[in-house]
């Protein structure tokens, strides 16, 4: 069957730094999405990986190993407003996303 | 442009009740997409379109329905409503010029469906 997995929920602190995991096993790979979503709110894009390596986007960065069918999330300088679920979403052989569950993430002051 | 816009953002249904939620979206994009959100769990494909008048299962199809007429609007049909279809309905679309890529979704702001 098909896998995402990522940690159910984090903790950090304002202006830290933030690293959440993904790892997944599917049926072929298209490439990997990480969103965010707000609490009641619609997911928004942040990143997109098809090839091993990482990509840096302002304060966001993802990394992604295909072997490894690993991915991460890394957030710098932390704010209040990025207090919101993380989801990370692979496409599979038949270009449709299979979805995490999202990891929740707590900031604090 | 308004991007993705969703009707209603709320709802309660009684069981056996039928109901159309409404998804629109002005960005002139092929691909379409209805998924559900459960607490807890992933979103989960319910069916998706490439284009007018092409529609496919997903994931989760069974006890719904949908249409696409036009390339703006994409609706989904609840014929018989259940307690499990109680869960929060997300629209998304996006757009490819070719087939076999994979291109960013675009959600909109989803719809809640309490059924009782």
């Known amino acids: 069957g098909q896998n995402i997995d990522q940690p159910t929920e984090m903790t950090a602190t304002e202006g830290a730094i933030v690293q959440i995991n993904c790892t997944y096993q599917t049926s072929g790979f298209n490439g990997l999405f990480w969103y965010q979503q707000h609490a009641g709110e619609a997911p928004t894009f942040l990143s997109y990986?098809?090839l091993d390596g990482l990509e840096e986007k302002g304060r966001f960065s993802s990394f992604l190993s295909r072997s490894k069918g690993y991915s991460y999330l890394l957030l710098k300088e932390l704010q209040m407003k990025d207090s919101a679920s993380y989801l990370c979403?692979?496409?599979?052989?038949?270009?449709?996303?299979?979805w995490g569950a999202g990891t929740k993430l707590i900031i604090k002051p | 442009n308004a991007g993705v816009t969703q009707t209603p953002k709320f709802r309660i249904l009684k069981i056996g009740q039928s109901m159309t939620l409404q998804c629109a979206q002005d960005m002139n994009h092929n691909y379409m997409y209805w998924y559900r959100q459960d607490p807890g769990m992933g979103l989960k494909l319910i069916y998706y379109s490439v284009g007018a008048g092409i529609t496919d299962k997903g994931e989760v199809p069974n006890g719904y329905n949908v249409s696409r007429s036009t390339t703006e609007d994409f609706p989904l049909r609840l014929e018989l409503a259940a307690p499990s279809q109680t869960s929060v309905y997300f629209c998304?679309?996006?757009?490819?010029?070719?087939?076999?890529?994979?291109?960013?979704?675009?959600f909109g702001p989803g719809t809640r469906l309490l059924v009782l």
């Open positions: 998304a679309s996006s757009y490819s010029s070719t087939s076999g890529t994979v291109e960013t979704q675009y």
């Open positions: 990986n098809v």
């Open positions: 979403a692979v496409a599979d052989s038949n270009y449709q996303l299979i």
